[in-house]
């Protein structure tokens, strides 16, 4: 399988922890690329099955797909 990139939001209760709580999705196979620890986010990668598991844990509010996003490079013939 293949990993895929996820946003993770830590609840309102939690978010102190989320630190630790990135700390614990690594160990369990979440490679965490981010941490956002004042609003409660965590960036990173994992296969599905990974991620299912960290939709589980406690503390976690949301669990969604992570899409980058890459703009065309400068010119001047089309609008910015």
């Known amino acids: 399988m293949s990993k895929l990139s996820y946003?993770?939001?830590?609840d309102d209760h939690h978010i102190d922890a989320t630190r630790a709580i990135a700390d614990t999705m690594s160990s369990?196979?979440?490679?965490?690329?981010?941490v956002m620890?004042?609003?409660?986010?965590?960036?990173?990668e994992a296969e599905e099955t990974v991620a299912s598991r960290i939709r589980k844990?406690?503390?976690?509010e949301e669990v969604r797909l992570s899409?980058?996003?890459q703009l065309p490079p400068f010119s001047s013939a089309l609008p910015q």
């Open 7 to 10: 946003a993770v939001v830590v």
């Open 28 to 34: 369990q196979g979440f490679v965490v690329v981010s």
């Open 37 to 44: 620890p004042d609003i409660g986010a965590i960036y990173g």
């Open 57 to 60: 844990m406690e503390g976690i």
């Open 67 to 69: 899409m980058d996003v």
